[in-house]
């Protein structure tokens, strides 16, 4: 199948990074620039978000599971 846009490689780079859930380049490469704190602050985030995601899908889990 031919798709005319596709074939750019800016478009095929910027399709591959949305279906595979990855960030830009530049927003990794702006973690290793800020200070070594703020990179401890911002990952202690993404932490404890994911381990609340983590909770919270457990207890749909055992509330779908109890029915």
């Known amino acids: 199948m031919y ?9 095929e780079k910027k399709v591959l990074q949305a279906v595979n859930l990855a960030p830009s380049e530049d927003l990794v490469e702006k973690l290793t620039e800020i200070h070594p704190m703020r990179q401890i602050f911002w990952a202690s985030i993404i932490q404890v978000s994911v381990f609340g995601f983590m909770l919270f899908a457990f207890w749909a889990i055992n509330v779908g599971l109890k029915t």
């Open 3 to 11: 798709i005319p846009w596709f074939t750019k490689p800016e478009t």
